[in-house]
């Protein structure tokens, strides 16, 4: 069964501190994982999919980063307008459904 | 302006009763989801479809029944049988391609009492 963990479950800093967000799977077979923006009350937004180990996306102040057992969301110099969930998911070679984590609730602090 | 269409906004429900959320995707996706969301948990699959007149189970399908006689809408009854409704559900479509991401609603906020 796939599984994906996400940490810390809250992170709180201070406008310009820059910071990651972890997201840990275990999977048969990775298809691709997926990194999404959640504000409150809406629905996930894309930000990225990343296929390989050593794969890295970038967007803005964030980069997204892959190896064999986890992925790597790098915040650099983050503004308040960052402050959201986000979350991670995976999909298997064999599926055509997302597994997500629970979601990192990240704050940042004028 | 292409999107994914989730109403109404806030529902509320008596026990007991049985109760439709909308989903209208205008993007031509055959492939559709349904999702819960609770308060420190991610996402939880209900149902899923991948084209009209054919649907799956997810890993939370009890109490919940779908149909997709459109290929642009896809909506979820919640039934009475489920023991804990209240709950914000989000609805997805995924373009053709296994490789694609999930396009989001904005989701509906149900309400149980």
């Known amino acids: 069964e796939d599984q994906v963990t996400q940490s810390p479950e809250a992170l709180r800093l201070q406008e310009g501190e820059s910071s990651s967000l972890n997201c840990s799977y275990t999977?048969?077979?990775?298809?691709?994982l997926f990194w999404y923006r959640q504000d409150p009350g809406k629905g996930p937004e894309f930000l990225f999919t990343l296929y390989s180990a050593g794969e890295e996306k970038e967007k803005e102040r964030l980069k997204a980063t892959l190896t064999k057992k986890e992925s790597f969301l790098h915040i650099t110099a983050p503004k308040p307008e960052d402050s959201a969930t986000y979350l991670c998911a995976v999909r298997e070679t064999s599926g055509s459904r997302l597994t997500f984590g629970e979601g990192t609730q990240l704050t940042v602090n004028p | 302006d292409g999107g994914i269409t989730q109403s109404p906004k806030y529902l509320f429900r008596k026990e007991g009763q049985n109760v439709t959320l909308s989903c209208e995707q205008n993007l031509n996706h055959d492939a559709m989801y349904w999702y819960r969301q609770d308060p420190g948990q991610g996402l939880r699959l209900i149902y899923y479809?991948?084209?009209?007149?054919?649907?799956q189970k997810g890993d939370i399908a009890e109490g919940y029944s779908v149909s997709r006689e459109k290929k642009e809408s896809f909506p979820l009854t919640v039934t009475s049988a489920q023991k804990n409704p209240t709950a914000f559900y989000l609805c997805?479509?995924?373009?053709?391609?296994?490789?694609?991401?999930?396009?989001f609603g904005n989701g509906t906020r149900l309400t149980v009492t």
């Open positions: 997805a479509s995924r373009p053709e391609g296994l490789d694609s991401p999930l396009h």
């Open positions: 479809s991948q084209i009209v007149n054919d649907f």
């Open positions: 999977v048969s077979g990775l298809r691709g």
